[in-house]
């Protein structure tokens, strides 16, 4: 399974967009990116994912580069609400298993 | 709808005891995974299954086991607790295993402590 690089924490204004950068050089052709994130002692919460093309959805946008050994994840408007830990996962291609394999991800502080 | 359900909310055992959590899934789904997450770290992969079967198993002891039952709902069972047990366990539901794409939907945890 690829691994991933988030920085440890970020900080974001309320209402801004907030950017979350995530390298994975050594994903393979058929491996997806995911993006999760967990509220403070909640379950982790699915947020996008996508192979190749940009993808956006009503949570936020998910932009893959060329060669997909990076990706970022867009909240265009920020609320006190996303203050969270951010995850980005590659893998889950199929097979007998689709299990995620979570690093320590970012944790975006959202500051009003 | 109701999301994927997890009980006990929250154990406190000692250690050598046993224990049981308990996973109900979305409706509709089933596949079952469950994961340890300990205080500061990401979650960690214990099991899969899939239409009551063993699909994956992570890097964890013999004392770990777990089964599915025919209306999905799941269990894990940990044998001879050990304080380094005490976690976070989560349990998470998809619809079904398909090549790429497959969302998982986490319940809320049952947060076990060991002394």
């Known amino acids: 399974d690829a691994k991933t690089t988030q920085p440890t924490s970020m900080d974001c204004a309320e209402g801004r967009a907030a950017n979350l950068p995530c390298n994975h050089s050594?994903?393979?052709?058929?491996?997806?990116v995911y993006w999760y994130r967990q509220i403070h002692s909640q379950g982790p919460q699915y947020i996008i994912h996508?192979?190749?093309n940009n993808e956006t959805n009503e949570m936020a946008s998910l932009i893959i580069t060329e060669d997909r050994k990076s990706s970022t994840l867009i909240l265009p408007h920020a609320t006190l609400r996303d203050t969270a830990v951010y995850y980005c996962?590659?893998?889950?291609?199929?097979?007998?298993?689709?299990?995620?394999?979570f690093g320590t991800g970012t944790l975006l502080a959202v500051q009003p | 709808d109701a999301g994927v359900t997890q009980s006990p909310t929250h154990l406190i055992k000692t250690r050598g005891q046993h224990v049981t959590l308990r996973c109900s899934p979305i409706s509709g789904h089933k596949s079952v995974s469950w994961y340890q997450q300990v205080l500061g770290q990401g979650p960690q992969f214990i099991f899969q299954y899939y239409e009551k079967e063993e699909r994956g198993r992570g890097n964890f002891p013999d004392r770990f086991s777990a089964r599915q039952f025919p209306n999905y709902s799941s269990e894990l069972n940990v044998n001879a607790l050990l304080l380094g047990d005490s976690a976070l366990y989560l349990c998470?539901?998809?619809?079904?295993?398909?090549?790429?794409?497959?969302?998982?939907?986490f319940g809320p945890g049952t947060r076990l402590t060991v002394l």
């Open positions: 050594t994903i393979s052709g058929n491996e997806y």
């Open positions: 996508g192979l190749k």
């Open positions: 998470a539901s998809s619809f079904v295993l398909r090549t790429g794409g497959n969302e998982q939907f």
């Open positions: 996962i590659v893998g889950g291609y199929g097979g007998a298993t689709n299990k995620l394999i």
